[in-house]
């Protein structure tokens, strides 16, 4: 008998969804994170990143030996230069150079080619890039902004998981808001089953950095992202984000980046708000991808 084993790509996704024992308080509320870290990879990013690449060599768009690009503030390039490893594509990767020492080793790792634009030119500044080096021949911008294949990912993988994990009752999905793949997937499953869940996005408040998400220029505003599909969008001051990241690892073991204890923080605001919900946040990576920048150096409070 052939023993079956599964690869590397058949473990994303079914991510564990735990509760939280300290930080909410006293409360009749549940509230619960999905642990996206927990991916090959390390974020929820793995999701879109592998559907991107599978659904377009179903439709022929590519094929194993084509060049791929993409504009990364971090998570996606590595996800997607995982991917590519799995798949046997070549992946450049052009990020802001202000992006964390650990996200640049992990892309290249992985055997990324690695292009960085400076801080001032940003996000905004790579994405053009990438369309200018496509338009050159270097090779296919995989546009996980305007890409369907990232929201689909989370309609027919996050969004289901939770719904299946919660036993249909979740009231609540909070999530920070960068490329809005990971909103957009998981309102529309949700909603389809219960059009009262509430979907709340997060986004930084003016002059916050917060990395992975974004307040988007209105010409820059990703063409995934429908607005009726969100509920209340949240401003997160920098501040509170990253305070709440350093309790999740000091009082309840879950370690994790800053736009992830937005997401919490937000959760925990909401919830003294309303009685008896079940909400669920997204942990998007982990914490060890932000160890170099000194944002988990503060002492205890």
Not at 190 to 217: D, F, H, M, T
């Amino acid at each position: 008998m052939t023993l079956q084993f599964p690869t590397i790509a058949d473990c994303i996704g079914e991510t564990p969804l735990v509760r939280l024992q300290r930080l909410p308080g006293e409360t009749s509320n549940t509230l619960l994170v999905k642990l996206e870290g927990n991916n090959p990879a390390g974020s929820v990013k793995d999701r879109p990143a592998l559907s991107m690449i599978t659904r377009a060599e179903l439709r022929g768009d590519i094929q194993p030996g084509d060049t791929l690009i993409e504009a990364t503030s971090g998570n996606t390039g590595i996800a997607l230069a995982m991917a590519a490893a799995i798949k046997g594509y070549k992946m450049i990767l052009i990020m802001p150079d202000n992006s964390t020492a650990e996200r640049k080793a992990a892309m290249t790792a992985y055997g990324a080619e690695l292009i960085l634009v400076s801080r001032e030119d940003g996000m905004e500044g790579a994405r053009d890039l990438a369309e200018s080096l496509q338009r050159g021949g270097r090779g296919k911008v995989l546009d996980q902004f305007g890409n369907t294949d990232n929201p689909q990912a989370h309609y027919t993988g996050t969004g289901p998981e939770i719904w299946r994990q919660t036993q249909g009752q979740v009231t609540h999905f909070i999530s920070s808001m960068g490329t809005t793949g990971t909103i957009m997937g998981v309102s529309h499953y949700l909603k389809e089953q219960n059009p009262n869940v509430q979907i709340i996005g997060l986004q930084p408040q003016e002059g916050s950095a917060i990395p992975g998400i974004r307040r988007w220029p209105e010409e820059y505003l990703p063409k995934i992202f429908q607005s009726e599909r969100v509920d209340q969008i949240v401003d997160m001051t920098q501040l509170e984000a990253e305070n709440v990241m350093r309790r999740l690892a000091r009082e309840e073991g879950i370690f994790c980046g800053v736009s992830s204890g937005g997401a919490v923080a937000a959760m925990l605001e909401l919830s003294k708000q309303v009685e008896n919900a079940v909400m669920v946040a997204i942990i998007c990576d982990r914490g060890d991808r932000y160890l170099s920048t000194g944002v988990y150096d503060t002492p205890h409070a």
